[in-house]
């Protein structure tokens, strides 16, 4: 009696703390592996690579359908998209691409797919139910960021020789604005409420918040990291909190995120991680990043409260993208 | 197609709809005013004509019958960086067009200099050095912006160089720090030098001296190549001998821009060695093997454009045409004076494939660049390497630096 009376509230403190760094929680965080061609599939609570599926040539851009019941998988070096059960790891059909497919986004309809033809100077859309390609868009040389405002008006495609945001009208499929960044735009997001797009500048390091609405300049976010060389730092994948807190920014071959103020653009720290990080997904809750690694093969796990690296975990060679599958 | 074959009533219809819709209308109407107001000071229309002057030298012997120059080196670098530009100038209301004159080695340069000036004052030159500097001191150059792609001589840096004149070719000396960088980091530091008998192989060897000097590298013997017979058959009898006096050394260093020799030194030395320099481990602009920081891609695009491989003379084209496009996107501008300006000044970068924005050096026109350490197959390294630091930027330890240059005219 004497003794249970000791333990709950201990026990009930274990439980809570367990469930809010989110290691109840039983999804799966998927990698592609660029020069594996395979997925790694990493348990969210072991944190443990527990499947690993054979994939297309040059696997890249990754992301799930709204709920996660096939998961769309740029195969850049076979000119497609792949729609993969995941379940099975099966590939249950083919989307025609356009060539050499490497990022996209999925529009908020869960029907287009929006892909930038890194080759070919293209952006396509393709509708997935009917699996034809509804337009494609003429952007600048090497598309390559995308990203879809939340509520589905604009899509932007970033070209990395051109130096430029294009604004795409979802509607028409006409490019409404083109924006300068600076040189090697690699990835580009809109904040939740859809206020501010975001840009990342590889070879230039910086990145670049715009105005939607505007589409104007509004702020420019440099990173200085002691004892890196300043062209090491090269800001290439990023995510924001859906809360408004934070940036994650991949830095590259300066093997750090940087952590940014949203809401000052202040850079708040820098995490270490492993070589040439490039992109990253949070699990569900954003109670933890996952980044992938390029050089080193592995993926950092990072608790986002503590915003401390907690563990690394091996992959396949050249990991890319990631994407988060929740449990059912 | 459709749209023009519409009918009248058709079209009428849609006009009453549209009426009927009158807030959407003008809402749309509103809009549609707007993005063109954009749209026309986007198409503000600029054209920038870009001049490419190339003289033909005369053929140079070599010994293996295999391999030629091609005939568009450089010109399809710079046909490539044309069109990149304009993929990104059509955004812009920006048009770029390559003017090209190619004059044989026995025609009148200058003539076809001042012709080629008097459409445009943005030129790209593939000559020799002596040729080089007629042109820039054309009284027609005044105030031009010329672009060296292909004399890699360290005195166009230094004493000899021009105000107008600036190069996206590397100097020798860049190149030769960069292997030296190599050696040093492998810790190969005692060297053999076999030089060419050409004047540019002398030239190259100079480098060489200079490079080993700063970075600490003892050559420890060295001699001139001076065979008359055909290596082809007897290289395997010949070169251990010619190379069996050398004292112990890490690495057999060749001087032989043409390719004419040096190939025949691979896998035929007196003790096992490995060559660099003009040959094996080569320190160059670009070669066919370089595929990080997304060259991939560039080499794709180039590849598919041209039907071979970028040469180090055409990644330097490509570079010189994309730093002006890149001049005239931010400066919105065609005038030489203020492109110049610009592309000298601290805000000018440009992306290049090699893993770091490239800019120019203030002191003598010289594009800023790592040099990839390559054979025919892969990358080996790529200089500045780490541990060569500098005070403001490490390419700067690859080439003439500010504190060095004797260049006075920037």
């Given at each position: 009696m004497h003794l249970l009376q000791y333990c709950r509230p201990v026990a009930t403190a274990f439980v809570l703390s367990l469930a809010s760094s989110g290691a109840l929680a039983e999804g799966e965080?998927?990698?592609?592996?660029?020069?594996?061609?395979?997925?790694?599939?990493?348990?969210?609570?072991?944190?443990?690579?527990?499947?690993?599926?054979?994939?297309?040539?040059?696997?890249?851009?990754?992301?799930?359908?709204?709920?996660?019941?096939?998961?769309?998988?740029?195969?850049?070096?076979s000119d497609t998209v792949q729609v993969i059960d995941p379940e099975s790891g099966e590939v249950l059909n083919e989307l025609p691409s356009g060539e050499d497919p490497e990022q996209f986004i999925l529009h908020p309809d869960d029907r287009h797919l929006y892909i930038a033809n890194e080759d070919d100077a293209i952006t396509t859309v393709v509708d997935v139910e009917s699996r034809k390609v509804v337009a494609q868009i003429d952007v600048g040389v090497e598309p390559e960021g995308m990203a879809v405002s939340p509520d589905g008006?604009?899509?932007?495609?970033?070209?990395?020789?051109?130096?430029?945001?294009?604004?795409?009208?979802?509607?028409?499929?006409?490019?409404?604005?083109?924006?300068l960044v600076d040189q090697r735009p690699r990835h580009a997001s809109f904040t939740a409420d859809g206020s501010e797009l975001w840009v990342s500048s590889e070879i230039g390091g910086t990145v670049t918040v715009f105005d939607v609405e505007s589409q104007s300049e509004k702020a420019k976010i440099g990173f200085e990291i002691k004892g890196v060389r300043p062209d090491r730092i090269q800001p290439v994948g990023f995510e924001l909190t859906s809360d408004g807190k934070y940036a994650f920014v991949a830095l590259g071959p300066a093997n750090h995120i940087a952590v940014v103020d949203q809401q000052t653009y202040e850079v708040l720290d820098y995490i270490l991680v492993g070589r040439r990080v490039w992109h990253m997904t949070f699990n569900g809750d954003e109670s933890l990043l996952f980044t992938t690694n390029g050089v080193s093969g592995d993926v950092t796990v990072i608790?986002?409260?503590?915003?401390?690296?907690?563990?690394?975990?091996?992959?396949?060679?050249?990991?890319?993208?990631?994407?988060y599958r929740p449990s059912r | 197609m459709p749209g023009s074959s519409k009918s009248e009533p058709e079209s009428l219809k849609h006009v009453v709809s549209l009426l009927r819709r009158w807030p959407t209308t003008i809402a749309c109407f509103g809009l549609a005013l707007l993005l063109a107001s954009d749209q026309s000071a986007a198409s503000a229309d600029l054209e920038v004509t870009i001049g490419y002057l190339e003289r033909v030298q005369p053929p140079v012997p070599v010994l293996s019958n295999l391999e030629t120059t091609p005939a568009d080196q450089g010109l399809a670098?710079?046909?490539?960086?044309?069109?990149?530009?304009?993929?990104?100038?059509?955004?812009?209301?920006?048009?770029?067009?390559?003017?090209?004159r190619v004059v044989d080695h026995d025609e009148d340069l200058l003539g076809a200099a001042r012709e080629l000036l008097g459409r445009t004052k943005l030129l790209l030159l593939d000559m020799t050095s002596e040729d080089l500097l007629a042109v820039a001191d054309l009284p027609e150059a005044k105030g031009a912006l010329l672009i060296n792609i292909s004399e890699g001589d360290v005195s166009l840096r230094d004493k000899s160089c021009r105000k107008n004149l600036l190069?996206?070719?590397?100097?020798?000396?860049?190149?030769?720090?960069?292997?030296?960088?190599?050696?040093?980091?492998?810790?190969?530091?005692?060297?053999?030098?076999?030089?060419?008998?050409?004047?540019?192989?002398?030239?190259?060897?100079?480098?060489?001296?200079?490079?080993?000097?700063?970075?600490?590298?003892?050559?420890?013997?060295?001699?001139?190549?001076?065979?008359?017979?055909?290596?082809?058959?007897?290289?395997?009898?010949e070169v251990p001998l010619f190379v069996q006096s050398f004292p112990e050394h890490d690495l057999l260093v060749v001087t032989d821009e043409r390719g004419d020799f040096g190939r025949y030194l691979l896998y035929n030395g007196w003790i096992p060695r490995p060559v660099a320099g003009s040959e094996g481990l080569r320190p160059d602009a670009w070669s066919g093997a370089v595929e990080q920081h997304g060259a991939a891609q560039l080499q794709r695009r180039f590849k598919s454009a041209s039907g071979r491989s970028m040469r180090a003379i055409d990644y330097a084209a490509w570079a010189a045409v994309r730093a002006i496009g890149e001049a005239v996107t931010q400066t919105k501008s065609n005038d030489p004076v203020a492109l110049r300006a610009y592309i000298l000044s601290d805000d000018f970068e440009l992306a290049g494939y090699k893993g770091r924005k490239l800019s120019f050096r203030p002191w003598n026109g010289q594009?800023?660049?790592?040099?990839?350490?390559?054979?025919?197959?892969?990358?080996?390294?790529?200089?500045?390497?780490?541990?060569?630091?500098?005070?403001?930027?490490?390419?700067?330890?690859?080439?003439?630096?500010?504190?060095?240059?004797?260049?006075?005219?920037?």
């Open positions: 965080i998927w990698v592609s592996n660029e020069k594996d061609n395979t997925i790694s599939i990493i348990d969210e609570q072991s944190l443990d690579v527990v499947r690993t599926i054979d994939v297309g040539e040059r696997p890249r851009g990754i992301t799930f359908s709204q709920d996660h019941s096939v998961l769309y998988l740029c195969a850049s070096d008006k604009i899509v932007i495609t970033t070209s990395e020789s051109s130096n430029m945001a294009h604004w795409i009208d979802t509607e028409t499929h006409e490019i409404i604005a083109n924006t608790d986002v409260a503590k915003l401390e690296p907690t563990k690394t975990i091996k992959v396949g060679r050249f990991p890319w993208g990631a994407a | 670098g710079a046909e490539l960086g044309v069109a990149d530009n304009n993929k990104t100038g059509k955004f812009l209301g920006q048009t770029f067009m390559l003017k090209k190069h996206t070719i590397p100097s020798r000396a860049m190149l030769a720090d960069a292997l030296s960088q190599f050696a040093v980091q492998k810790k190969w530091t005692r060297w053999a030098l076999v030089e060419g008998p050409e004047p540019e192989d002398k030239a190259f060897a100079e480098a060489l001296d200079k490079s080993t000097e700063k970075f600490d590298i003892d050559i420890r013997g060295r001699k001139v190549w001076g065979f008359g017979a055909d290596m082809r058959r007897n290289a395997a009898q594009l800023r660049q790592p040099i990839p350490l390559t054979h025919p197959r892969a990358v080996v390294a790529q200089a500045p390497l780490e541990g060569f630091l500098h005070q403001l930027n490490e390419m700067d330890t690859l080439g003439i630096d500010r504190a060095e240059s004797r260049c006075t005219s920037f």
